[in-house]
Every structure is written in structure tokens, then in C-alpha cells.
């Protein structure tokens, strides 16, 4: 099936340090969506994209749809120990997919620099 | 929150026995989602809802199925439950209309049910 390769798979913050990941495939998207999940819930939305180029603010959070539509980046500035968890990316492809089927990264995990 | 809730929370049963998940929404959203998802595999698409009675197939629907038949609750079942199906399963929600319509944008805190 279609993939998402979504990195980095973790890594360690540091209070106030700026973060970035990201999801790259092979396919076309037309929707790119990031979400958050804190241990033991469920993903919380944080962004959605809907066109090429579009870069979109949530407070210290920045994404951007890649002008290919074969990616998408998610910045965190000045991060915060509330930002642990695992960030997904999600894709709906531009051609092949059904609606309502998204492929989701397999995440990147956060976690305080010991 | 956005007031899904899934039940039960936690589940063992064995091999074989039928097993059934509820999703009840408090939202009155159009379509409902049944996910899985499993380390090194991210969260995986089962089966989705579009309207009372109207469902279809995910990428991982084999052994499962779902009903719909109020606009508040999407029941998944496991007629036989294998030991495969292990998993914690997520429950999402979108609203009818804008450019979120058909894309999960709440989920439900999961049911983690193991099948021994």
C-alpha cells in the first residue's frame, strides 16, 4: 500500500529549542493534515493543508504543504516540556485514494533531553 | 473534548469469542471512523461511516465489521477475534461541510483490547 515516511522517528528537546519534522512519499497529495497524541489519548488535529505552498500557523506551530505535494514539514518554535508526544502526519492522495481514507506516518515521538 | 466516547476502555477475551466496540458521539457529525493502530504501523483506516446505514471498507477490513444505525453510535465488531487483531482502536469524527468533512478530526481515547 501507499506509505508516508515520516521523520525524524524521535528525538530529544530541550526547553526553548525549535523542532522540525517531516513526511515525504512518492504519491501525490491534495490534504495534508498533523496531529498530536499524548500517552493513553487519542490524536488531537493540530493543522490542516489544503494546496501546495500553503504554510499555516497554530500558535508555535508551523506547517507547510511541499510544492511537489509529495510533502509536508511541521515546525515547533520554543518548545515546551507540554510538546512531548508523538507528532503524525496524515496524507489523502490526490488519486487512487477513497474518501475518508487517510494514510498516516507512523509518527515521530518527542521526548525531554535527559 | 469533542465528546466521543468509546467503551468499553479496556478489553482481554480469548481467541475465537466475538467481540463488539462502541463509538457514541454527542455531536450529531456526519461521518464516524473506526482505526487501529499498532507499533510500527501507525494508525490504520478499518471501516468508516457516511450516514446512518451507509458504510464502507478501510484498509484494513478483513475480520471486521460495523453498523450504524443511529447517527450517534458506530459499533465494530469481531465475529472472531484473533490474536492479529490485538491492537488499541480509535474512534474519530468529522462534521458535515467545509474542507474537514470527510477527514477524521476528533478522536475518541482509544479501547485497547487484547486477545489472548
Known amino acids: 500500500g501507499q506509505q508516508l515516511n515520516q521523520s525524524p522517528q524521535s528525538m530529544f528537546i530541550q526547553e526553548g529549542e525549535d523542532v522540525s519534522m517531516n513526511c515525504t512519499s512518492s504519491?501525490?497529495?491534495?490534504?495534508w493534515l498533523w496531529y498530536k497524541q499524548d500517552p493513553g489519548e487519542g490524536p488531537v488535529l493540530l493543522i490542516a493543508l489544503y494546496k501546495a505552498g500553503e504554510l499555516t500557523s497554530n500558535g508555535r506551530l508551523t506547517a507547510q504543504f511541499g510544492i511537489t505535494r509529495k510533502d509536508s514539514f511541521l515546525n515547533i518554535s520554543a518548545s515546551i516540556p507540554s510538546d512531548v508526544g508523538i507528532y503524525f502526519c496524515?496524507?489523502?492522495?490526490?488519486?487512487?485514494?477513497?474518501?475518508?481514507?487517510?494514510?498516516f506516518g507512523k509518527g515521530t515521538k518527542l521526548s525531554v533531553k535527559p | 473534548d469533542a465528546g466521543i466516547t468509546q467503551s468499553p476502555r479496556h478489553k482481554v477475551t480469548e481467541t475465537g469469542t466475538p467481540v463488539t466496540l462502541r463509538c457514541h458521539q454527542t455531536e450529531n457529525h456526519r461521518y464516524m471512523y473506526w482505526y487501529r493502530q499498532d507499533p510500527g504501523h501507525g494508525l490504520r483506516l478499518i471501516h468508516y461511516s457516511y450516514g446512518v446505514k451507509d458504510t464502507d471498507k478501510g484498509e484494513v477490513s478483513d475480520g471486521y465489521s460495523v453498523s450504524r444505525s443511529k447517527t450517534e453510535d458506530f459499533l465494530l465488531t469481531l465475529e472472531s477475534a484473533t490474536s492479529s487483531q490485538t491492537s488499541v482502536y480509535f474512534c474519530a469524527i468529522s462534521a458535515t461541510g467545509g474542507r474537514l468533512s470527510n477527514q477524521p478530526q476528533h478522536f475518541g481515547d482509544g479501547t485497547r483490547l487484547s486477545i489472548l
Open positions: 504519491s501525490i497529495f491534495n490534504t
Open positions: 496524515a496524507g489523502q492522495l490526490a488519486h487512487g485514494g477513497s474518501q475518508g481514507n487517510l494514510i
